[in-house]
């Protein structure tokens, strides 16, 4: 047993020298976190892992007489709200088995470890050291950027395939950021593991919704360009919406990651601008289904414009 000595660290806290050994045997190093526990007996407990202190948190979800669509919405809803196992029960499960694997492919390291007619048994295993909540976002930004130049390709070719693929990975990487988010609020300690501030997890969460709203739009923009024959003069139009509205995502992901405010500001500003111009082309062109698309792009200047309002709300003010 060694014996180390208290030093007085300001007026409300101390210090206590580490064994150099141990933090080697630990591969801990500066800036890693330790964490303490106080035992029955008031002893202070020292370790290199977060711990859980509760029980596996579990979920049933009763699949019998529920359409698909609300299974899927119900999985998702355990899934952020960080049940480490979700039991899901049901007659002849078999059926809908393609289905399930389709919706659990949509989670981040939640894998089946139990499966029949009767139940199927999935399981989290998730290590919240490997989320980098920096490193998602610009994931699911890279992504967008390409799915955004394939949505002004399919003016003019059906490329509506790929974009669905894509939109299937921003998703992915959109529910792991609210099952992380989700996380820090219930346990600070998860937060400190995400380099997170609890007043920054609001923000980052609509960040998250709001760029897994883009790519949606998107996504439905290009279903409905696959499925309507626009004319040449509604299509040129058209075009030029979407070269601004390219613009504007390019923009306001330039502000975030700059943490530029008037640009942000200035994005924000462009969507009131940006919707009475798409009311005018819908005017011009009131072709069957152009007004569809023409809402969907409505939707994604809200979206963006919701991120502007991510990056001033969270750096307005502060000083340089």
Known sequence: MEQRRLIKFGSSSHVLSLPHHWLKKNKLGKGDFLYLEENGNGELIISSELKR????????????GKRIERLSREILSAYINNYDLIKIDGNNLSKIMPELRRILHSFVAMEIVEEDDNKVVVRDFLNIRDVSIPENIRRMDIIIRVMISDMKRCVNEDCADSVYQRDFDVNRFSFLLLRAINGAVEDPNIGRLLNVKSGELMLIRLLAVNLEDVGDEVKRICRFLS??????????????????IEKAYLDVMKAYY?????????????KDKFVENCNKVHDKYPVSGFGRILE???KMSSSIGAVAWVVYSSEYGKED
């Open 227 to 244: 499925l309507h024959d626009l004319g040449p003069e509604s299509k040129k139009s058209l075009s030029s919406l979407l070269i601004g």
């Open 53 to 64: 202190e509760k029980p596996l948190k579990k979920i049933t979800i009763t699949a019998d």
């Open 296 to 298: 969907r792009l409505k």
């Open 258 to 270: 700059n943490k530029d405010v008037e640009l942000a500001f200035e994005v924000d500003f462009w």
